[in-house]
């Protein structure tokens, strides 16, 4: 006798179906995720944030003690005069050794010519009219007025140079902040400078000091 399958052998009653094999698309129950098993991502979801950018286009600060360090790009002359404008008085984030000195040389040029000439045209007046003038008569020559003239020329001069220090001070004092920054130090340190006599010497030697993976810290200000 043939054995049937269990399907059909259901002692006397009605054959039952057959199993189906499940139709191919049809939705399957949903599996329970597996505990600590890490999840993909979903398609379009954003895998990491993108840092601001800070300062002068250098990455951001991401963590740790300092940031990934970047150093200050060399600039030329005309480039380092419009960034010491641009960031007239900005004492936050670094400046390169080429920012810093194309614009102290452009301070002495714009300041100190203007200042150094109108010296030199008064000291030349004082020492032509001592030498001219006749002390028992009071008679002045021709060529004491001209000396008298280069003297008052000069005292514009000096007048002039000064009032352009002025206007400069501010974005010199936030150049060489920043410049500290680059070389490691805090920027206060500036006020160094202030000491009698040694004081500027100390500012250009600290100034003059390569960049520091250090000063990347003075970003994130």
Known sequence: MTQQPDWQNNNGGEPQQPPQAPQYGAQQPPQAPQYGAPQAPQ???????????????????????????????????????????????????????????FWYLFQALVAGIPIAIGYALIISGVVSQSAYSDSSTGYTSSSDVTFTGAM??????????????????????????????????????????????????????????????????????
């Open 152 to 221: 008052v020329f000069g005292t514009i001069l000096l007048i002039l140079g000064g009032i352009i220090a002025l206007a400069l001070l501010v974005p010199y004092i936030a150049v060489a902040w920043r410049r500290l920054h680059d070389a490691g130090f805090p920027g206060p340190m500036f006020f160094l400078s202030l000491i009698p006599y040694v004081g500027g010497i100390i500012l250009i030697v600290l100034c003059a000091m390569p960049s520091k993976p250090e000063g990347m810290k003075y970003e994130i200000q």
């Open 43 to 101: 398609y379009g979801q954003q895998g990491y944030q993108q840092q601001p950018a800070s300062p002068y286009g250098q990455p951001a600060y991401s963590g740790g003690l300092y940031p990934p360090y970047v150093p200050r790009p060399s600039v030329g002359f005309t480039q380092a005069i419009k960034m010491g404008f641009s960031n007239y008085a900005n004492f936050k984030g670094r400046a390169s050794r080429s920012e810093f000195w």
